[in-house]
């Protein structure tokens, strides 16, 4: 492993040709496998195993525990094993919280947030600036696009697209993994869905969205 002199590594379970870069934080619970590389200022924390050959870019957070506060109508979920699937990639300054899986060789965009409790599949793409409330599972392969806030205990099937194109902010909720078509941006998909731009004041986006959940 090359770690730079400026992290701070308190694991022992680092595998080979491991990239730790400059003022990185890594907790003693983390193992990190074969072929990782973290990029400057990564902080890791919690039981988190970030599998071989994933990559994670600067500044980014795994294993952040869920922040108490008498303003929350919740009261957090806290604790559970962080797992990132062989091949991944966690984008600059996105925060991954407790208890979330990541399936091998997806892709989470730049300043994407993840919250306890959800299930990412294989090969899936969380774009950047994405919010993923708690207890949210996405299906294998599915798309979910820049900007798109996806409300708490949203399940989202295989193959789908989600797609926010637009200024405003797309909120998808309880989305079956069958054929779905929202709005007029293309076919559905024969064994996935598509869930496309529609304006706010259309019956589409009223009836397929829901309000952001408060947290």
Known sequence: AATHESAVVETVRVGERVVIGPYCVVGPDVTLEDGVRLHPHVVISGDVTVRAGGEVFPGAVLGKAPAWSAALSRVPAEGGAVRLGPGCSVGACAVIYEGV???????????????????????????????????????????????????????????????????????????????????????????????????????????????????
């Open 101 to 215: 899986t990541v399936g091998r060789d997806s892709l989470v965009g730049d300043h994407a947030g993840i919250r306890e409790s959800c299930t990412i599949g294989t090969r899936c793409i969380v774009g950047r600036y994405v919010s993923v409330h708690p207890d949210c599972e996405v299906g294998d392969r599915t798309r979910v696009y820049d900007h798109t806030h996806v409300a708490t205990g949203t399940r989202i099937g295989v193959d789908c697209t989600s797609a926010s194109t637009s200024p405003w902010r797309a909120t998808t909720r309880s989305v079956p993994s069958r054929s779905l078509r929202i709005g007029s941006e293309g076919p559905p998909s024969a064994t996935g869905c598509r869930l496309a731009r529609a304006r706010p004041s259309s019956p589409a986006f009223a009836s397929a969205t829901t309000a952001p959940s408060r947290r």
